[in-house]
């Protein structure tokens, strides 16, 4: 009888999983039929389950998209997971349309669900009133005055960072191979246990044993890179979350280490915050600090902020893996894809370093720093030609039109002077293609010229980008809250290392891929791993 009972428990449970799958297909069909991007031309899916998917990751840079524009014109439509169709455009207006209605248009929850299993529900993930309200008790930790105040940190790392490449290349007369990459992910790794929550990573100390939450962080990090079936699935299907994988099972793991040590950082925050005020009431105008945690949690302390203002702590502690990724990962790639150009340009590279000896101490100030023009073009045009995250995608929570400043003709013939998107339609927002238009930065625009910043053509404000006329930092009001930080921290390693060493590729620049999960980073094509690196030839620089 038990076994009977135990069968028919595995079949009902089958026959709702069926059920639930049969509904959700046969749902997916009628929203594809009724869907009014059907009307658009574009390119086949190349696979029913990935779509255009596969084609999209192991693409180089933007040069899929831009195909797909000379083919089917500057607003089409590709295939998603499970081919559905997503609407891509390069119209800037109807971009702007999508990142200034945030409400209206935000992370489907597939991408929610796949990437807050990494990163928690930090100020990235969230939507709607949460995120509004983590955004505000954020937003001062990220302003001009506080990342001035963290510019110390930024140098003292960079520094150290030479000083470890100093003594690598001290026993060679000649340069030297490094994996730049590695070494400038330790860097940043370093600058945002510190200036992020007052934690030492250590991690430019070679000598020393990766700590805890340092190899939490790196499963984390790695899973969040690898793209299979499964976790897709998941995303997808909800019933099968139930289903344990080796993947979950590490992700688990890593998420209990980083949420107790983020409890006990949270701990001494609130502790070393209460003794500096002697028990007294604690006001907002008299909030100062330096690592971010400490910031939030002051203001979340604070007697003079109505409760209604405050974000809870589990909501605090949600952005300790958002900092980690955000505030590491992206800065670390665009340094190096930085380092990576101006290996190909050493007129560019040498420019750079005339301007940067010019300035007296190797730790200037942050307003010093961001004075020097040729830097600042440098950066600008690195951000551009080799913005670290490609793409994202935004899906829509009701029907809209989306406005147009070019019309585009449907493959039935049809003239649209806006494009029709029904609730439930994901929007593709091309970051790198846009950056790289033709026909905003002209026909050099894939080539890397930082003299381009002298002066831009009309066409690029109309880019809806929150610094530089770039798609890379976004828009609206989800635009990069760190954006400034990133600045700051890159500038100060360029500087750093220009000063100190010349650099030159280690391999033929024909070898170096990109590879994009989330980020997209330098890989060597004949490395049958596809392990993610920039070897380069270092040494020291020496004054004439």
């Known amino acids: 009888m038990s076994a009977f009972i135990h069968w028919k428990i595995i079949l009902s449970a089958s026959s709702v999983l069926v059920a ?152 060679s007369e000649h340069a030297i191979r490094i994996d730049v990459m590695g070494w400038l992910s330790k860097m940043t790794l370093d600058v945002i246990g510190l200036a992020g929550f007052n934690y030492e990573f250590d991690a430019l100390n070679s000598n020393e044993k990766p700590n805890e939450l340092n190899q939490a962080f790196s499963v984390m990090f790695s899973a ?50 209460t003794a500096s005020y002697g028990g007294g009431l604690i006001e907002k105008s008299s909030l100062q600090g330096r690592d971010l945690l400490s910031l939030l949690v002051r203001a979340n302390m604070a007697t003079d902020i109505p409760e209604s203002q405050k974000i809870s702590d589990e909501d605090v502690l949600a952005q300790v893996p958002t900092f980690l990724v955000a505030g590491h990962e992206t800065t670390s790639t ?21 301007e940067l000896l010019t300035v007296e101490t190797d730790t200037p100030s942050m307003d010093e720093l961001m004075a020097l023009p040729y830097l600042d073009a440098v950066v600008r045009e690195t951000l551009r030609v080799h913005a670290p995250v490609p793409s994202t995608v935004r899906i829509a929570m009701k029907d809209d039109i989306l406005p147009l400043d070019t019309p585009f003709t449907d493959k039935y013939g049809v003239v649209h002077t806006g494009i029709k998107i029904s609730k439930g339609d994901p929007i593709f927002i091309p970051i790198l293609a846009i950056n790289r238009s033709e026909a905003i930065w002209g026909t050099d625009a894939k080539e890397f010229n930082p003299d381009r910043w002298t002066s831009l053509p009309e066409v690029a404000s109309q ?50 891929g990109k590879k994009s999960t989330i980020v997209q980073r330098p890989i060597l094509l004949s490395d049958p791993e596809n392990k993610n690196q920039l070897p380069l030839l270092v040494k020291p620089y020496r004054r004439p």
């Open 463 to 512: 880019v809806p980008g929150v610094w530089g006329h770039l798609l890379t930092f976004l828009g609206g009001p989800r635009a990069c809250i760190g954006y400034r930080f990133s600045l700051v921290e890159m500038k100060a390693l360029l500087f750093t290392l220009l000063r100190a060493f010349e650099f030159e590729l280690a391999v033929p620049a024909s070898d170096i």
């Open 20 to 171: 639930f799958g049969c509904w959700k297909l046969g749902a997916r069909v009628w929203r594809q039929l009724r869907s009014p991007l059907r009307a658009l031309p574009g390119p086949k899916g190349t696979s029913w389950i990935y779509g255009n998917m596969g084609d999209i990751f192991n693409a180089e840079n933007s040069v899929l998209h831009e195909q797909w524009v000379k083919e089917y014109g500057t607003t089409l439509k590709y295939k998603g997971f499970f081919y559905t169709d997503r609407l891509f455009t390069m119209d800037t207006r109807a971009l702007n349309h999508v990142l200034t209605h945030s409400s209206d248009y935000q992370k489907p929850s597939q991408v929610r669900y796949n990437l807050s299993r990494i990163l928690g529900e930090g100020v990235l993930f969230v939507e709607g009133a949460q995120h509004r309200q983590q955004r505000r008790i954020m937003n001062p930790a990220f302003g001009p005055a506080q990342i001035r105040a963290l510019t110390d940190i930024f140098f003292s790392k960079s520094i150290k960072l030479r000083d470890v490449w100093s003594t690598m290349t001290a026993s």
């Open 334 to 354: 665009a340094t190096t894809w930085a380092l990576y150009a101006l290996c190909l340009r050493p007129d560019i590279q040498t420019k750079l370093r005339e």
């Open 224 to 273: 969040g890179q690898r793209v299979s079936l499964l976790p897709i699935l998941k995303a997808w299907i909800p019933l099968l979350r139930w289903i344990p994988s080796d993947r979950d099972r590490k992700i688990d793991m890593a998420q209990n280490t980083m949420n107790r040590i983020g409890r006990q950082l949270l701990s001494d925050a609130k502790a070393a915050i």
